[in-house]
T-cell receptor
Framework: GAGVSQSPRYKVAKRGQDVALRCDPISGHVSLFWYQQALGQGPEFLTY????????KSGLPSDRFFAERPEGSVSTLKIQRTQQEDSAVYLC?????????????????FGPGTRLTVL | LAKTTQPISMDSYEGQEVNITCSHNNIATNDYITWYQQFPSQGPRFIIQ???TKVTNEVASLFIPADRKSSTLSLPRVSLSDTAVYYC???????????FGSGTRLQVQP
């Protein structure tokens, strides 16, 4: 079956522009995660959804970052008034079992990421 | 959050066994240890997960001593395609399960 897909794969924005990054999780996966990965670093947790409910957004770096998953499937990560420090790869992952998600026992399936460059 | 420490990089040759050790001194009782592999321009891919002793699957083995303060990922007979970054995670509920760290860059030479 299809894996996690993300679009666009590459995005170039001018400083101050708003961007929207899309994630299509694996069909039937209840949990969805967003990560930010800077060059040469590991992924950093941003936020987590179980169905349409955003259960943890403690990793969002500022109020310019906003994520939603209104119907419990596709998710969008929006960054307002982009800054150069927002340049990174944004990764989306989904997992199957809501009872286990976040317990360290559920496998996360990652998309290829969106590389955002802010000029 | 359960902080993990791994070597920054490792070099090996094709056909050798590679062991990558991760320390997680403040691991909690409910925490599991999970390893992911990441190739350039791709998202991380799950390799293996364990709680204690030894776990083996078709690609790797995971050794966890009784005190669980460290773990070792073992890759048998590596090939060039195993060149990647390997991440160790030690966590339990919620965000404790989702801290990647900087990973170990494994370079396999012919």
């Amino acid at each position: 079956g299809a894996g996690v897909s993300q679009s666009p794969r590459y995005k170039v924005a001018k400083r101050g522009q708003d961007v929207a990054l899309r994630c299509d999780p694996i069909s039937g996966h209840v949990s969805l995660f967003w990560y930010q990965q800077a060059l040469g670093q590991g992924p950093e947790f941003l936020t987590y959804f179980q169905n349409e409910a955003q259960l943890d957004k403690s990793g969002l770096p500022s109020d310019r970052f906003f994520a939603e998953r209104p119907e419990g499937s596709v998710s969008t990560l929006k960054i307002q008034r982009t800054q150069q420090e927002d340049s990174a790869v944004y990764l989306c992952a989904s997992s199957r079992d809501p009872r286990l998600a976040g317990l360290g026992t559920d496998t996360q399936y990652f998309g290829p990421g969106t590389r955002l460059t802010v000029l | 959050l359960a902080k993990t420490t791994q070597p920054i990089s490792m070099d090996s040759y094709e056909g050798q066994e590679v062991n990558i050790t991760c320390s997680h001194n403040n691991i909690a009782t409910n925490d599991y240890i999970t390893w992911y592999q990441q190739f350039p321009s791709q998202g991380p891919r799950f390799i293996i997960q364990g709680y204690k002793t030894k776990v083996t699957n078709e690609v790797a083995s995971l050794f966890i001593p009784a005190d669980r303060k460290s773990s070792t990922l073992s890759l048998p007979r590596v090939s060039l395609s195993d060149t990647a970054v390997y991440y160790c995670l030690a966590g339990g509920t919620g965000r404790r399960a989702l801290t990647f760290g900087s990973g170990t860059r494994l370079q396999v030479q012919p």
